[in-house]
Structure formats: structure tokens, C-alpha cells
């Protein structure tokens, strides 16, 4: 038998019962019963924490304990998750990278990530050293931002300007290192 569950009224507390070692979870949600499109207001109970969700089925067994109907999670099956069609790269490590970025948004995070490591580095005497650490950081952050697709604001006029002296520095820097 199984109900997909439409929504979820409650979570009860796990509890114990008396003289036994195991715990029962229980759940009061609303749901469709074997595909018939009526919907049920029951109450599902298992032996262990399950992740239960709205969409999910669940594979139940009926229990009648003094009247008192409920049902027993067997399994639960997760809804299909729809996947976006962006392009997928493999790189070195075998990660995946979903390329769904402008060149804006790439900028934005630089800008970000700059302005958030470049005034911890300030104590390092040596510019060139400080501007290598600070290169590491940055490209870092923007790696790991876009592996975990995490966007940043756009970043304000004052920050594209200091973008830029920043490159300058950097792209001098390479001039003298030749």
C-alpha cells in the first residue's frame, strides 16, 4: 500500500514505550492512499527517524490497534527532483560544475571575495607576497562559490574601480616577475 503525501500537519515527539527499547515516530499528514485522488488525513509511525517530505510516497502497512487505524512507513520514495539543463564540466578532481555564470556575476564575486580577504592581509609587509596569498584566496573562493552556486549582490561602482588598480598591480607585478 502507499500514500503520497500531499502536505504535513504534525511532527510528533518520538516516544518510548513502556518496557521496550525502541522508540516510535509518528507524523499526522495529509494524503493520497493508493493513487486515489481523494485526500486522507492520516497518521504514519515508524521505528526510526525517517526524512519524510511533501511529494514523497510512502510505502505503508495498515495497523488497526484498538480502533485506532494508523500506518507503518516501510520505505519512503523521495520526489524526482528536476535537474537544470546547464552545461556540466568534469575538471581534474572529478567535481562537478555547473557553468551558469556571467562575466558580471564572475566580476561580483572577485570584487567580493577581494574586498573580504584583501584588509586581513594587510600585515604582510612584502606587497608581492601579499598580492600571491591574496591571488590564492580569492581564486579559491570564487571556485569553491560557483562548485556550491552561491551569488553574490552586484558589487558598486567604488569596488569595479578598485577591481581595476587591483588588476593593474597584479599584471605589473607578472611585468617585473619576467
Given at each position: 500500500m502507499n500514500i503520497k503525501i500531499k502536505k504535513i500537519i504534525s511532527t510528533k515527539e518520538p516516544?518510548?514505550?513502556?518496557?521496550?527499547?525502541?522508540?516510535?515516530?509518528?507524523?499526522?499528514?495529509?494524503?493520497?492512499?493508493?493513487?486515489?485522488?481523494?485526500?486522507?488525513?492520516?497518521?504514519?509511525?515508524?521505528?526510526?527517524?525517517?526524512?519524510?517530505?511533501?511529494?514523497?510516497t510512502a510505502e505503508v502497512e495498515k495497523q488497526d490497534y484498538m480502533g485506532r487505524i494508523s500506518y507503518r512507513i516501510k520505505g519512503i520514495k523521495k520526489p524526482e527532483v528536476k535537474q537544470d539543463t546547464s552545461p556540466i564540466v568534469y575538471n581534474s578532481r572529478q567535481s562537478v560544475i555547473k557553468h551558469n555564470y556571467s562575466l558580471e556575476e564572475y566580476n561580483d564575486l572577485f570584487c567580493y571575495a577581494w574586498n573580504l580577504f584583501e584588509p586581513r592581509l594587510i600585515k604582510i609587509s612584502d606587497p608581492y607576497q601579499r598580492y600571491e596569498c591574496l591571488q590564492k584566496l580569492v581564486s579559491t573562493f570564487v571556485?569553491?562559490?560557483?562548485?556550491?552556486?552561491?551569488?553574490?549582490?552586484?558589487?558598486?561602482?567604488?569596488?569595479?574601480?578598485q577591481y581595476t588598480k587591483q588588476?593593474?598591480?597584479?599584471?605589473?607585478?607578472?611585468g617585473v616577475e619576467s
Open positions: 516516544y518510548q514505550p513502556t518496557g521496550k527499547t525502541y522508540k516510535v515516530y509518528s507524523w499526522i499528514v495529509i494524503g493520497e492512499i493508493d493513487g486515489d485522488k481523494t485526500e486522507n488525513s492520516v497518521e504514519l509511525k515508524a521505528f526510526k527517524n525517517i526524512q519524510i517530505e511533501e511529494e514523497a571556485i569553491s562559490a560557483v562548485q556550491n552556486s552561491i551569488k553574490v549582490p552586484p558589487s558598486e561602482e567604488y569596488n569595479r574601480g588588476q593593474r598591480l597584479l599584471v605589473s607585478r607578472k
